[in-house]
């Protein structure tokens, strides 16, 4: 499978789609980039004339790249099943803030892959090359 | 292996994933993991990868499928290290 097919069989799409570009993946861990757009909806309200990116959303794209495109990766075997998707914990700490039109990459390493469900270890990093958050995040990854 | 210590070894396990706190107090051997303890699905995989770590065993998709309680975990925990003997 392509990493652009991979991005193909994400189950989301535009305003809620966080993945730009996988860089590379393999059965141990995936890293993948985003930018994010001065015009995405929520940096209208988060804050007030001082957009800055809220942490829910870098939660998001953690999950998208780092579990969700490893997960769908992990599951390459099921070709034609779409995978069923559920976020089960999370566990994350937010370093540096991150501003509309930043470009970060995640970097995403497996802990397990047990039983349907898959926790990684995960940071994302900013264009400097500073982590900017990093903790574990979880899901129940099955094909349908 | 000793009924009473596997059953307060399990319950150690178990402690940071129950949502029910009575159920965890009252634990017996017919406590249900996901019923009783209210353990979500997610949850039941720490469960289980912890036991594999603390006994030193590998648990296969058929005995996670029937490690519902107490007494089916303790059973499958016996089955496991006598079959690594």
Redesign the interface.
Known sequence: MTNQEIISKLPYSKPFLFVDEILKINENGVEGTYTFDENLDFYKGHFKDNPVTPGIILTEVMAQIGLVCLGIFLLDNSLNKNPSIALTSTAIEFLKPVFPNEKVTVISEKVYFRFGKLKCKVIMKNEKGDVVCTGKIAGMVISK | MNKEQTIEELKNIVKPYIQNQEAFDSLTENTDFINDLKI????L??V??DIEEKYDIVID?EA?ERMLNVKAAMEIIETKLSEKN
């Open positions: 979500n699905s997610a949850s995989v720490d289980i990868l998709n996670m």
